[in-house]
């Protein structure tokens, strides 16, 4: 019996003493953070793809390449999971895109006319890549460049940060603008962006994220059905090249009055001249109660069909509300799906568009040695 009773301790004090060892390969099965390979570009450059995973197994990919968010993963009411996001599959997708699918735009999102501004008395020239006007930072924006990538994961959350320097002159910008974004998903379900970005010499800046969202997942038809409310009682009218006007007018009585929650499609063929300029909704709205850059509710999009629920928060005063006006079904996107009209939405918190050459607009100007932050926050949920 004493015999028994001693093999059994010789056996189990080892198998105790293994246990830690056990659960931490466990672990390394399923961290809350891998990073793999997602591809080359064409000079042989490897970029990579962060999955970052939280404790509800909701996952966000990202890639170095354009800091773009490549897929979100987030459970409906019954907990099944979607990608909500449209992308592509593999880097080549990236590589070609014309949408912005995920991607971090700069250096200055959304539009500036006629591809020039003023700064201290001087004119910069940019590469105009919209009719007129420069779109997303010019023809090679930060979507288009490959990003240093650092895994910045801590015990309660799953972190990378990308850094990219923009050299003096690039796109026809002033400034070595040196930028750092942080993408950081929380047990919360919410997926936090921090901008930050500092130059050598007085410039302008305005960085945005462009993820596409269809909260019944992505390739799953239009988003007509799926309901806004933007905490945004002013936008900004813009003209047919979709350049503000410079006035910031009411949404009352409009069909942009988006201050009570309303489906996308419920007004967005009604006889208004702005939507008929924008093609549906492409304007940038006013966030109300924010002009101390305190983070605050923007957005709030809610899908009936799946119960997801994205809340967007946002230290920004504007949010640029897109509905895939121009998505026509021509590109394949992720297991092939040709993404239709209207088959996403994007709600791009941002500085106002055109900001540079409109003094009525709060400044984008960053001084040399100063820095530029900025937060939004993505927070899904259900209902
Ligand atoms: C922004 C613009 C749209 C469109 C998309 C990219 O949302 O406001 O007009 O250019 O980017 O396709």
């Known amino acids: 019996m004493k015999r028994i009773a001693l093999y059994c301790q010789l056996l189990i004090f080892p198998l105790a003493l293994c246990l830690p060892f056990v659960f931490a390969q466990h672990g390394k099965t399923d961290p809350r953070m891998q990073k793999q390979s997602f591809g080359k570009l064409p000079d042989g450059t490897q970029a990579d793809l962060y999955i970052l995973r939280n404790k509800n197994g909701m996952e966000v990919d990202i890639t170095n390449y354009g800091a773009d968010v490549v897929s979100i993963k987030v459970p409906d009411r019954h907990g099944k999971i979607e990608d909500v996001a449209l992308g592509y599959d593999n880097l080549e997708g990236y590589i070609h895109d014309k949408a912005y699918f995920g991607a971090t735009v700069g250096r200055y999102a959304n539009r500036i006319a006629h591809g020039s501004f003023k700064l201290h008395g001087r004119v910069y020239t940019l590469p105009k890549n919209n009719g007129d006007n420069t779109l997303h930072g010019g023809t090679s ?4 460049r490959l990003w240093k990538a650092e895994d910045v994961s801590t015990p ?19 400034g070595n603008l040196s930028v750092n974004v942080r993408f950081t998903l929380a047990d919360d379900n919410s997926l936090k962006i921090e901008y930050a970005a500092t130059t050598d010499k007085d410039t302008v800046v305005n960085l945005t994220n462009h993820s596409y969202f269809n909260l019944a997942g992505q390739g799953k038809g239009d988003i007509l059905g799926q309901e806004l409310q933007l905490h945004a009682s002013r936008f900004t009218p813009v003209n047919a090249n979709l350049i503000p006007t410079g006035q910031i007018s009411p949404v009352k009585g409009t069909p942009l009055d988006f201050t009570r929650s309303t489906a996308i499609g419920a007004r967005i063929n009604a006889d208004f001249e702005q939507l008929k300029l924008g093609h549906g909704y492409d304007h940038n709205f006013v966030i109300d109660g924010n002009p101390m850059r305190k983070m605050a509710l923007a957005a709030r999009a809610y899908d009936p069909g799946s119960g997801r629920v994205l809340e967007i928060w946002t230290t920004q005063p504007g949010i640029q509300f897109y509905s895939g006006n ?3 079904g021509t590109v394949a996107g992720k297991g092939g799906v040709k993404y239709g009209r209207r088959s996403a939405f994007a709600l791009e918190t941002q500085h106002f568009p055109d900001s540079p050459n409109q003094p009525n607009f709060p400044t984008t100007e960053l001084k040399a040695g100063r820095w530029f932050r900025s937060t939004t926050v993505y927070k899904f949920s259900t209902q």
């Open 326 to 328: 121009f998505l026509d």
């Open 141 to 144: 924006g930060f979507n288009k």
């Open 156 to 174: 309660e959350a799953a972190a990378v940060q990308m850094s990219y320097l923009s050299k003096n002159g690039d796109q026809g910008f002033p």
